[in-house]
């Protein structure tokens, strides 16, 4: 069975960092492409970052380019997304997500991805 549980989310004040993660279980996380979408109240779900399975490129959106790296850990088989500079617009869940045959270009629409998390909470407020 294939599971995604995602942690690290938080309160954090502006400026501030975080790290989170996303466990996977069920399937190993370098046969596939992973990435973390995020939804803040009353928005669409919106693509953060992902890694291509193919070559482990790796694409952002433009919103956090330069702030947020995504990696994975293969023997933990772990995803991670660092988040540095935080501002208050990063507010949201943030979901990790996976499928084979996504992220070859960017993020792409999370209609795209089969299997997701649960989702952590970030909020980012003084």
């Known amino acids: 069975q294939v599971q995604l549980v995602e942690s690290g989310g938080g309160l954090v004040q502006p400026g501030g960092s975080l790290n989170l993660s996303c466990a996977a279980s069920g399937f190993t996380l370098d046969d596939f492409a992973v990435g973390w979408f995020r939804q803040a109240p009353g928005k669409e779900r919106e693509g953060v970052s992902c890694?291509?399975?193919?070559?482990?490129?790796?694409f952002y959106g433009e919103s956090v380019k330069g702030r947020f790296t995504v990696s994975r850990d293969k023997a933990k088989n772990t995803l991670y997304l660092q988040m540095n500079s935080l501002k208050p617009e990063d507010t949201g869940v943030y979901y990790c997500a996976a499928d084979v045959h996504v992220c070859l270009a960017g993020v792409g629409p999370f209609s795209e991805y089969d299997h997701w998390g649960q989702g952590t909470q970030v909020t980012v407020s003084s």
């Open positions: 890694i291509s399975t193919f070559d482990g490129r790796t």
